[in-house]
């Protein structure tokens, strides 16, 4: 009987060998599997942020310039509207810290800009044709501070 319940003995080791080695080789298989769908995700993730970054900025510019060229026109309401959703996007962006389209460095050499939104959107809301230059002034500034 000692025989026999060695021999069951024997019989459950191996058993319980071969079930983990399964597991392990599941386990394993697995690994394979996830790691490469893991890197393409984090490329992917990386990428759309990127993306996000440029539509935030390309979207600032057209917003800008087309107050610019609203202004130019003598639509000087419909321009004001715009120069104003433009600083509103500009103030988000510099105080949004961590998540903004912008750069440290870009930020800070976009405060100045900022300082001019009361006196265009009070010059555009005056009707003067004085805020269509200042608004180019200032579309060109802010080509030259925000980096592609």
């Known amino acids: 009987m000692s025989e026999n319940w060695e021999s069951e003995s024997v019989k459950t080791t191996h058993r319980v060998r071969g079930f983990i080695i399964y597991v392990a080789l599941l386990v394993l298989a697995f690994l394979v599997g996830l790691v490469p769908m893991w890197l393409t995700s984090r490329d992917c993730s990386s990428r759309l942020a990127d993306a996000e970054r440029q539509s935030s900025l390309v979207r ?46 870009e930020i800070t050499s976009l405060q100045p800009l900022l300082t001019r939104r009361d006196e265009i959107i009070t010059l555009l809301a005056r009707g003067e044709a004085t805020s269509a230059d200042l608004l180019s002034d200032l579309y060109v500034a802010y080509r030259e501070l925000v980096s592609r």
């Open 60 to 105: 600032m510019e057209s917003t800008l310039a087309a107050a610019t060229i609203l202004a130019g026109r003598g639509d000087y309401e419909t321009a004001r509207q715009a120069a104003s959703d433009f600083f509103t996007a500009l103030r988000r962006e510099t105080t949004s810290g961590v998540d903004s389209a912008l750069s440290e460095a």
